[in-house]
């Protein structure tokens, strides 16, 4: 169970990284230079350890006992909860107000506003475009400056929202366990 609450935020929180990137590059066209390649591997290993080191006590919640059957030798296993899951400010702190934060809640308003932002940046980028082609018609061979997104930029976007419609239904789901 731990391991795969652990792929589910570190999918959610790569969905994240990747609207933050389409963010720079559309609203920052300028500052490039700090989209490369060994930042990105290094923004994908802090997800990575951030999302082992938040769900290590997922791993000490459960124990598993052995109970003896009717059989003599044989054995019932059974997992258990342990103190910590069964505390009160455990459940509280970590369980609720955590993973509303961390998993839920926080995500979802980053990825409303930056592709709030992105949306407003591309209209303005089209209005711009229609005022200086209307005031530029009588020029000849003269070149604007477009939008680098692409319509299957939209899509990618459309898939990133439903995978993590997706896996924020899964965690629902997963969460009576």
Request: charged share 25%; glycine share 4%; proline share 3%.
């Amino acid at each position: 169970m731990a391991a795969g609450v652990h792929c589910t935020d570190r999918a959610v929180w790569v969905v994240v990284l990747v609207t933050v990137d389409r963010y720079i590059a559309i609203c920052m066209p300028l500052r490039s230079k700090i989209r490369t390649l060994p930042r990105a591997r290094v923004a994908v290993a802090v997800v990575i350890v951030a999302a082992v080191c938040y769900n290590i006590p997922r791993f000490f919640e459960k124990e598993v006992v052995y109970e003896a059957t009717c059989e003599p030798g044989r054995y019932r296993i059974k997992l258990d909860q342990t103190e910590l899951r069964r505390d009160g400010w455990y459940f509280v702190i970590y369980k609720t107000i955590c993973s509303i934060v961390f998993r839920t809640i926080g995500p979802l308003l980053l990825l409303i506003v930056l592709n709030a932002r992105l949306i407003r940046a591309l209209r303005q980028m089209r209005r711009r475009h229609r005022y200086l082609t209307r005031r530029n018609q009588q020029r000849e061979n003269v070149t604007l400056p477009t939008s680098s997104v692409t319509t299957g930029d939209w899509v990618d976007l459309v898939q990133y929202l439903a995978t993590l419609a997706v896996l924020r239904l899964q965690f629902q789901l997963k969460i009576g366990d």
